[in-house]
């Protein structure tokens, strides 16, 4: 069974960086695909990024793209995501994801989730 533990949440002010990590267990890692999700209160789970098996195929959002990038540690077992000039809008309880398959943006494709963690940025 897919364990996956977010950490690096937290308050953070506007224009500021701060990386998250998701620390995968019970598989092997470098046999899936990687997502980062979030979901703001009262909206739908969106799209962040993906990252392919061996990180040679990644796939940035819209709404982040330019400002944030996603990469993994096949060897820490860890997918991490770098979140630059961060806005108030933001803010959402962020979700790391596993696949066994390609890269995908729909959160109903990927079969493990983790708990989320909580990214606030103050304006």
């Known amino acids: 069974q897919v364990q996956l533990v977010e950490s690096g949440g937290g308050l953070v002010q506007a224009g500021g960086s701060q990386r998250l990590s998701c620390a995968f267990s019970?598989?092997?890692?470098?046999?899936?695909?990687m997502g980062w999700f979030r979901q703001a209160p009262g909206k739908e789970r969106e799209f962040v990024a993906a990252?392919?098996?061996?990180?040679?195929?990644?796939y940035i959002g819209n709404s982040v793209k330019g400002r944030f990038t996603i990469s993994r540690h096949n060897a820490k077992n860890t997918v991490y995501l770098q979140m630059n000039s961060l806005k108030p809008e933001d803010t959402a309880v962020y979700y790391c994801a596993a696949r066994r398959s390609g890269v995908h943006s729909s959160p109903s494709e990927y079969d493990y989730w983790g708990q989320g963690t909580q990214v606030t940025v103050s304006s």
């Open positions: 019970g598989r092997t890692f470098s046999s899936y695909t």
């Open positions: 990252i392919n098996w061996n990180g040679d195929s990644t």
